[in-house]
T-cell receptor, first 112, second 113 residues
Framework: DVKVTQSSRYLVKRTGEKVFLECVQD?????MFWYRQDPGLGLRLIYF???????EKGDIPEGYSVSREKKERFSLILESASTNQTSMYLC???????????FGQGTRLTVV | AQSVTQPDIHITVSEGASLELRCNYS??????LFWYVQSPGQGLQLLLK??????LVQGIKGFEAEFKRSQSSFNLRKPSVHWSDAAEYFC???????????FGAGTILRVKS
């Protein structure tokens, strides 16, 4: 089974902290994605990566950055966490555009 | 820009009734289309997908969806809803270029007995 693992299920951070969300996939997929999920807004794409060291902005990249140093790992970074970044964060990977995306269980981040 | 619209935020149906969830996309070329379901507290599960060929696709749990290019739609249907179908449903699209996977805002399905 394909596995996409997010390092934490729940996180509580203080405003202004630098936050790292880690995602690891074990299927050698080329493409990885970070989304945030908010009620009524669905999954909004923050950043995605189609290769090591390659990244593309999604629809809501402001306040976030990403890192992909190895194919299996895609990190989301909140440089200075703010309360409006309180959300559920989902990581996904897929082999190619005509294949199924596999999701991690999500990280519920609360910024206080 | 590529976008996905799910016009219904909430839908309530009676158990045993038929269901149709709407999805429209905005993209010039042939899209790859998906429906995912998320039960409360759970991750996303793929229901079905369309890439090419027959425009009526069958999925898991008795769901089906029809791709209509002329209407830029990919509506999800089920002939008889079960209480366990209560969940949030997401339509998603990938485009041939750019490797983006974009989701709609979701439709919350409530099933009343």
């Amino acid at each position: 089974d394909v596995k996409v693992t997010q390092s934490s299920r729940y996180l509580v951070k203080r405003t202004g902290e630098k936050v790292f969300l880690e995602c690891v996939q074990d299927m050698d997929h080329e493409n990885m994605f970070w989304y945030r999920q908010d009620p009524g807004l669905g999954l909004r794409l923050i950043y995605f990566s189609y290769d090591v060291k390659m990244k593309e902005k999604g629809d809501i990249p402001e306040g976030y950055s990403v890192s992909r140093e190895k194919k299996e790992r895609f990190s989301l970074i909140l440089e200075s966490a703010s309360t409006n970044q309180t959300s559920m964060y989902l990581c996904a990977s897929l082999e190619g555009l005509n294949t199924e995306a596999f999701f991690g269980q999500g990280t519920r981040l609360t910024v206080v | 820009a590529q976008s996905v619209t799910q016009p219904d935020i909430h839908i309530t149906v009676s158990e045993g009734a038929s269901l149709e969830l709407r999805c429209n996309y905005s993209y010039g070329a042939t899209p790859y289309l998906f429906w995912y379901v998320q039960s409360p507290g759970q991750g996303l599960q793929l229901l079905l997908k369309y890439f090419s060929g027959d425009t009526l696709v069958q999925g898991i749990k008795g769901f089906e969806a029809e791709f209509k290019r002329s209407q830029s739609s990919f509506n999800l249907r089920k002939p008889s809803v079960h209480w366990s179908d209560a969940a949030e449903y997401f339509c998603a699209v990938t485009m041939e270029y750019g490797n983006k996977l974009v989701f709609g805002a979701g439709t919350i399905l409530r099933v009343k007995s």
